[in-house]
């Protein structure tokens, strides 16, 4: 048989030709990063935020337009364009662009800083320019002398030895520093917290676990207690990190993890702990997985890969945990009861509620499951194969 095109470049070639053009585009993300940091030295001198949504949003339909005039899909297009804007916020936020520059670098003390969070909680403020003391419980520094060398003391132990080294560090703070605490409920830490000092006093609850890749967008919820200047001082270190602040009083924050983390998490476990029962292996049923399940299946094995030390003390805890607990059987019976009957009207009636609950939410949720979906099948493709 003759070949029709005997000048075919050969696979091999192609793919060097490929590696080729690739490394020119990391030499220009690098040419690029580095435009980022002049940026952020500008926008630190004139004090701009590092973030300006209406800026994203022009280019983001600059890059799609002219994506689409050279033959690219616009929406791949905008997704690598999303991720280059949340690397030059990161580098921006990385070179304290938001920091004022009349604060001053200050000592901070992390109790229980060798832990997830508290090593997460170490890079955040040093990355701001503060001198970070680690004091936990094989470190030489102890907490009580962390406590009494430093302008801010963060405790970051868990939740079942919070009032205790509250209690313990508490009498040794400075009265002109700040003792806070970054535990997942706030009305008993707070508590011990304006018992235990003379000092200022702040609840904070990071809303993202110690392996963040950015603390762009993350939330951080603060519960105020005593002192208006060092509340101010962490409202600007926590912005100047690019985090989203909510602040309210410690009894409406616990109401609201019981909902956050209590129901969610105790639906997660009732899921896996239905799912381990079966008697159906893991494997199995995810040959015959739809994404939405396997995102499902992911964020319940992600939940068991972690410490039941974690999460017991967090759902057993909270002062509203049994009201969420009892919803949630009360809805699961009543579903049951539905399912079990074959009553369509009463399913449909609940779908009804549902959806007028959730509102335009429904919409949003459409879009980004979608995206999340399309991301999921994307990087699992031949999962199920292996």
Not at 106 to 131: N, P, W
Not at 230 to 243: D, P, V
Not at 352 to 359: L, M, P, S, T
Request: hydrophobic fraction near 45%; glycine fraction near 6%.
């Amino acid at each position: 048989m003759t070949d029709d095109n005997p000048d075919q470049t050969p696979l091999e070639d192609l793919r060097a030709a490929l590696d080729t053009v690739d490394h020119e585009l990391l030499d220009l993300l690098v040419r690029r990063m580095g435009i980022v940091a002049d940026i952020a030295v500008r926008k630190r001198e004139q004090r701009v935020r590092i973030r300006d949504l209406a800026r994203e949003r022009r280019v983001l339909d600059d890059r799609c337009a002219r994506a689409q005039e050279l033959g690219l899909p616009p929406d791949s297009i905008e997704l690598v364009w999303r991720q280059l804007m949340l690397m030059s916020r990161e580098r921006q936020a990385a070179l304290r662009v938001e920091v004022p520059p009349d604060v001053e670098p200050q000592r901070i003390a992390i109790v229980g800083g060798e832990g997830g969070m508290g090593q997460s909680l170490s890079t955040l403020f040093s990355d701001l320019g503060h001198e970070v003391l680690i004091a936990d419980l094989d470190t030489e520094l102890t907490p009580v002398a962390a406590s009494r060398a430093a302008d801010v003391v963060i405790v970051s132990v868990p939740i079942r030895e919070t009032r205790v080294v509250i209690e313990q560090v508490g009498p040794h703070v400075r009265p002109d520093a700040l003792l806070m605490d970054v535990t997942s409920i706030k009305v008993d830490p707070m508590a011990a917290m304006l018992s235990a000092t003379e000092a200022s006093v702040l609840g904070t609850h990071p809303m993202f676990g110690p392996g963040v890749n950015t603390y762009q967008g993350q939330r951080v919820v603060i519960c105020p207690g005593r002192g208006d200047t060092w509340l101010e001082w962490a409202r600007q270190m926590f912005s100047a990190r690019g985090l989203v602040i909510t602040e309210t009083t410690p009894e409406e924050h616990d109401a609201m993890m019981a909902i956050v983390q209590v129901l969610h998490h105790f639906k997660t476990q009732v899921l896996g702990l239905a799912l381990s029962r079966l008697g159906v292996p893991l494997e199995d049923s995810l040959r015959f997985t739809s994404p939405a399940y396997l995102l499902e299946t992911y964020v319940t094995g992600r939940h068991f890969a972690q410490s039941p030390e974690l999460y017991g003390p967090i759902e057993m805890l909270n002062p509203d945990s049994k009201r969420v607990v009892a919803a949630f059987q009360s809805a699961a019976a009543a579903l049951a009861n539905i399912l079990a009957a074959g009553d369509q009207a009463a399913f449909d009636g609940v779908f009804a509620e549902v959806r007028a609950f959730f509102g335009d939410f429904t919409d949003e949720a459409l879009e980004q499951s979608r995206f999340l979906i399309d991301r999921l099948v994307e990087l699992s493709a031949g999962r199920s194969s292996t």
